[in-house]
């Protein structure tokens, strides 16, 4: 069973799930599916994970979880290869997808509804299995609106920020599995790079490291969701397979050397460096070059707490005082498109999205307000390319997952051209190249605000 989530630009950034949740469709169908994150794995991605995570020929039984195993595809396929030889164990938080999973299993499978992550089963102990496998689910903090949050960050210290379910059960599944045993996964592409999986990539035990990483350069394997996927087994071996292919069932592999905590790296070892023009170069070619946030104030709209603050306070009205909500997915290049395209925020569709003034804002939101009536420039977290406009009249406030940009004196036509510069292709071709999993070859690019902040900018701006 598998769990994507996204929009190539939503207004809220989140990736996919072992139980897949997808962009909004209007049939009762896909909003089913939206509201349970439930859909399954595509045949080929199990069969590529398979082939390379299953031994060929196991010396003794060979345990194998799948703690969000859904209707049992993952478990199914296994037992398929092995037979007897596989000890099967499953986990789904889903009654009716494990009462579906236990009827395509044989009689000796263990099966355990629960929580994986909070409450997990005895069976489920550090060291005990050979394989651990499967989607995961791939429910944003954010979007997910996850109310186990904290509870998840206290047992799990190694994720941060907000990630998403798929995080916490990678970390999990490194502890699950034993030395000699490996981890095969479906994953969002993200967190080959991901702040919030930074911490894990970088503490991997010593018999645990990158054996496979295959990250097609499509979003199309789950009906219903875009999102970029990757496969990930980590195991023994001290070479690293990797691919871009877009056929699992013909990916042709190299053999990559993983070195430091940015996995992403190994799939573009064998690429171009990326085309730098004159009116912008790196900061190795350029080292006099001041930096953007030398001269500007980069800042991230809001925080995910903020998020969810601002929501009460959202009115849907066209003419009412306050301000304007820009959320990623409004803002296109030069313009913001508000008024113009519904958009989506916390699970509610709004129109014409402001945040009108009210004493029982939070001091976060307070703040923020005051600092979102002055000329700007807002920043799209999550799109294509990049993607922004000028607020010279301080009418917007951007969104979580956007980015604010100030000049100190609010000068407006040193906005202009810093607007001017962000759209270049050469910005571009660098911010992908910086960027990895999550802006390989500009199809799908979640920006950060370290990039913003190193940006090297003409000498001559004030």
């Given amino acids: 069973m598998s769990r994507p989530n996204r929009d190539p630009s939503p207004s809220l950034a989140g990736p996919l799930a072992g139980r897949v949740r997808r962009t909004p469709k209007t049939d009762t169908l896909s909003r089913n599916r939206k509201a349970t994150g439930a859909y399954y794995t595509p045949a080929p991605l199990i069969n590529l994970l398979l082939d390379h995570a299953l031994p060929k020929a196991p010396p003794a039984p060979i345990k194998i979880l799948d703690p969000a195993c859904g209707a049992g595809d993952f478990l199914r396929a296994a037992h398929a290869r092995l037979g007897d030889a596989a000890q099967l164990f499953g986990i789904d938080i889903d009654p009716a997808a494990l009462a579906a999973c236990k009827s395509v299993l044989p009689p000796t499978a263990h099966l355990a509804h629960a929580n994986a992550l909070l409450k997990p089963p005895e069976f489920c102990r550090d060291g005990a299995f050979d394989l651990v496998l499967g989607n995961p689910p791939f429910v944003n903090a954010i979007e997910g609106n996850l109310t186990t949050k904290d509870e998840l960050r206290r047992r799990f210290p190694s994720v941060r920020g907000a990630a998403d379910l798929a995080h916490y059960f990678l970390d999990q599944a490194i502890r699950l599995v034993r030395p000699g045993g490996r981890v095969a996964f479906v994953l969002p592409r993200g967190l080959l790079n991901s702040p919030a999986a930074q911490t894990i990539r970088a503490t991997l035990p010593p018999h645990l490291r990158p054996n496979l990483i295959y990250a097609p350069e499509r979003h199309d394997f789950f009906p219903g969701a875009a999102v970029f996927v990757c496969l990930l087994i980590l195991g023994p071996d001290q070479i690293c397979q990797v691919s871009t292919d877009d056929d699992p069932a013909t990916a042709r592999f190299a053999h990559r050397p993983i070195a430091g905590d940015n996995w992403w790296l ?45 929501a009460p306070h959202l009115i849907d009205d066209e003419h009412a005082p306050g301000l304007k909500l820009a959320t ?46 002055r000329p700007k420039i807002l920043v799209a977290g999550l799109a294509r390319r990049i993607e922004a406009f000028l607020d010279p009249a301080g009418e917007y406030i951007g969104a979580v997952s956007t980015f604010t940009i100030h000049h100190p004196a609010d000068d407006l036509a040193t906005l202009q051209s810093l607007l001017a510069l962000l759209h270049t292709d050469d910005v571009t071709a660098q911010l992908i190249a910086h960027l990895g999993a999550n802006g390989m070859r500009g199809r799908h690019i979640t920006l950060k605000k370290s990039f913003l902040q190193d940006l090297p900018i003409p000498n001559s701006w004030p």
Avoid: N
Avoid at 334 to 360: F, I, N, T, V
């Fill in 266 to 310: 190994a799939l573009q070892s064998d690429a171009r460096p990326s085309p730098v023009g004159e009116t912008f170069l790196s900061a190795q070619d350029q080292p006099s070059s001041p930096r953007l946030s030398d001269r500007f104030e980069v800042t991230a709209s809001m925080t995910a707490a903020d998020a969810y603050d601002i």
């Fill in 328 to 373: 990623t997915g409004l803002i296109e290049p030069g313009q913001c498109l508000w008024g113009q395209k519904p958009c989506r925020y916390l699970k509610r569709d709004y129109a014409h999205p402001r945040l009108p003034a009210a004493e029982s804002l939070t001091r976060s939101l307070t703040a923020r307000v005051v600092r979102a009536a």
